[in-house]
């Protein structure tokens, strides 16, 4: 029953924006810390940022930091990833997923290609 619906990729250009968003269910949302994970072409998993329950401290890799922006709506049991000034780098799928390190669950991903 639990469910994280991934939403907001697409295509855009370089030095474009993007806002991902993350519906929770299922689960205590506002008790979860919650992280961003993405998984470019032929590479691993990376880490992209954290956020803790409360939604007052934010973690970020060192490629996103300054560009993108971690946030959560407890209300709306929703998660955000506001992804500004965006490189052909960035382009993965990306998940949503409980946790800062260990990842009880995940969503199905949504694609962001960033190209000219």
């Known amino acids: 029953q639990v469910q994280l619906v991934e939403s907001g990729g697409g295509l855009a250009q370089p030095g474009g924006s993007l806002r991902l968003s993350c519906a929770a269910s299922?689960?205590?949302?506002?008790?979860?810390?919650m992280s961003w994970v993405r998984q470019a072409p032929g590479k691993g998993l990376e880490w992209v940022s954290s956020?803790?329950?409360?939604?007052?401290?934010?973690n970020y890799a060192d490629s996103v930091k300054g560009r993108f922006t971690i946030s959560r709506d407890n209300a709306k049991n929703t998660l955000y990833l506001q992804m500004n000034s965006l490189k052909p780098e960035d382009t993965a799928l990306y998940y949503c997923?409980?946790?800062?390190?260990?990842?009880?669950?995940w969503g199905q991903g949504t694609q962001v290609t960033v190209s000219s």
């Open positions: 299922g689960f205590t949302f506002n008790s979860n810390d």
């Open positions: 956020i803790y329950s409360h939604g007052s401290d934010t």
């Open positions: 997923a409980t946790g800062r390190s260990l990842y009880d669950y």
